[in-house]
């Protein structure tokens, strides 16, 4: 089965930056070289699970959350099996636990019902 694993999160001052990765793992092949969509996902307690950003193989144009918008930007190391989500500019409002995940059955507008996720990481934003 295919396995993500976060990393990366932590405490940061408002203001700051983190950069999460999100190792993809158990598949026969490359995953990066066939159909995918990958992305983030964060929730804060007590709050729903809100979209973060997503990329897709077919095309590689990536989406954003209105509220992370030039201040988050998502990216692959097709050699590494990885996407990373480099966070700038940090608020208050971005604490949260973040996700990633993938699914070879859909697009971008479908990856809440992935089927494959990580545990996530914690990303605190506090003085």
């Known amino acids: 089965q295919v396995q993500l694993v976060e990393s990366g999160g932590g405490l940061v001052q408002p203001g700051g930056s983190l950069r999460l990765s999100c190792v993809v793992s158990?598949?026969?092949?490359?995953?990066?070289?066939?159909?995918?969509?990958i992305g983030w996902f964060r929730q804060a307690p007590g709050k729903e699970r809100e979209a973060v950003s997503c990329?897709?193989?077919?095309?590689?144009?990536?989406i954003y959350a209105d509220s992370v918008k030039g201040r988050f930007t998502i990216s692959r190391d097709i050699a590494k099996n990885t996407v990373y989500l480099e966070m700038e500019d940090l608020k208050s409002e971005d604490a949260a636990i973040y996700y990633c995940?993938?699914?070879?059955?859909?697009?971008?507008?479908?990856?809440?019902?992935?089927?494959?996720w990580g545990q996530g990481t914690q990303v605190t934003v506090s003085t």
């Open positions: 990329v897709t193989s077919d095309d590689g144009k990536t």
């Open positions: 158990g598949f026969s092949l490359d995953y990066f070289r066939h159909y995918y969509a």
């Open positions: 995940a993938t699914d070879t059955k859909v697009d971008c507008q479908g990856l809440a019902g992935a089927d494959f």
